[in-house]
């Protein structure tokens, strides 16, 4: 039985006429984390938002072997398709708890008894979530946020999490942490696309890694090959803390 969780065939998406992803291919494994780089405007937020239906797209995007592409956002998150937007998007006047049980709605629909269990791993990954539970998520801090965001989407246990520019305006001690938490993910077998500004970072956690420029793919393989790239290194790797505003 084949490993591939995700397996996208020749995707284009656009916004009007303007077209932005032109043919995308490419499969993602069980347990694995890939890593999705390239220049501001390339596409990398088109593409998730793409995968998670939020934008319309053509081509074929089959998911644990089910053809999606017709089906809506919430049909994707009911699957297993999680997506940690880069704006966070948290409901800023509600405790930080109370964020983290939106999560877990697919686990509860499908009638999973224990599925408030899960924020105990969730607390154990960000025990600064447990300091603030009670806490309105309006007030935490940057880096707060965007663990807030994260253990949200794990509260639902996705087949796939999905992470948008996760260390997009973080100070660098925070940006550190915040990888550590992705390696410690990595350990525990959840399978990742990540979308990061931060090129080397961003590689040396992943798998596999994609270069996506001007909407296609201009190199693709293990993760590690990239980084030793000559021309990754020249273009992404120089200056890894560049705001990406794709």
């Not at 020749?10 to 995308?24: M, P, S, T």
């Not at 390339?42 to 995968?51: D, E, H």
């Not at 600064?128 to 935490?140: I, S, V």
């Not at 253990?151 to 246990?157: E, F, I, S, T, V």
Request: aromatic fraction near 4%; glycine fraction near 10%.
């Amino acid at each position: 039985m084949s490993d591939i969780i995700l397996q996208v065939r020749d995707l284009h998406a656009a916004y009007g006429k303007a077209e932005v992803l032109h043919g995308l291919s490419f499969d993602l494994h069980v347990g694995e984390v890939v890593t999705i780089i390239g220049p501001n405007g390339a596409g990398k937020s088109t593409l998730l938002n793409s995968l998670m239906g939020i934008i319309p797209s053509q081509g074929d995007i089959h998911f644990q072997g089910r053809d999606v592409h017709e089906l809506p956002l919430e049909a994707r998150v009911m699957m297993g398709l999680s997506l940690v937007p880069e704006r966070r998007e948290l409901f800023g006047s509600m405790p930080v708890e109370d964020n983290l049980l939106l999560g877990g709605y697919r686990r509860m629909r499908q009638g999973v008894a224990n599925w408030r269990d899960e924020l105990e791993h969730v607390y154990r990954l960000f025990p600064r979530l447990l300091e603030r539970r009670t806490q309105k998520a309006g007030t935490l801090s940057g880096g707060e946020r965007q663990m807030l965001a994260v253990g949200r989407a794990l509260m639902a246990k996705p087949q796939v999490l999905m992470l948008d520019e996760p260390s997009l305006g973080l100070a660098p001690l925070i940006v550190k942490e915040i990888f550590s938490i992705i390696e410690t993910l990595k350990a525990e077998g959840v399978t990742t696309i990540l979308v990061e500004q931060n090129a080397r970072a961003a590689l040396a956690v992943a798998d596999q890694g994609h270069v996506l420029e001007m909407g296609q793919f201009g190199l693709s393989g293990p993760a590690a090959d990239l980084a030793n790239d000559p021309r990754v290194i020249d273009t992404y790797l120089g200056n890894t803390q560049r705001k990406d505003e794709d």
